[in-house]
């Protein structure tokens, strides 16, 4: 059963950081390319990072380049967003999700970011 948990969400100010992480289970972690994306109110999700396997590549969302850092522990079938230099218009419920396990993707339940001004 395939299952991704993310957590570290929270109210913080404008200008902080937080880190996300995403716990994972039920498929193999290490050969995935594993990506964060976020949803605001009354707007459509969208791709935040993506991490290929081993790390051999990321790919950022301009909105959040030079500011947000995913990374992955293959050890721990975890991965993170480290989100520094947070705005307001971060604000958005944030999830993890796997675009692949024998043809199914998965999502994460989400974990809200709310960034005040």
């Known amino acids: 059963q395939v299952q991704l948990v993310e957590s570290g969400g929270g109210l913080v100010q404008s200008g902080g950081s937080l880190r996300l992480s995403c716990a994972t289970s039920?498929?193999?972690?290490?050969?995935?390319?594993m990506s964060w994306w976020r949803q605001a109110l009354g707007k459509e999700r969208e791709l935040v990072a993506s991490?290929?396997?081993?790390?051999?590549?990321?790919n950022y969302a301009d909105s959040v380049k030079g500011r947000f850092t995913i990374s992955r522990d293959n050890a721990k079938r975890t991965f993170y967003l480290q989100m520094n230099s947070l705005k307001p218009e971060d604000t958005a419920r944030y999830y993890c999700k796997v675009p692949s396990v024998y043809g199914t993707t998965y999502w994460g339940q989400g974990t809200q970011v709310t960034v005040s001004s």
């Open positions: 991490i290929s396997v081993g790390s051999l590549s990321t």
């Open positions: 039920g498929f193999t972690f290490s050969a995935n390319t």
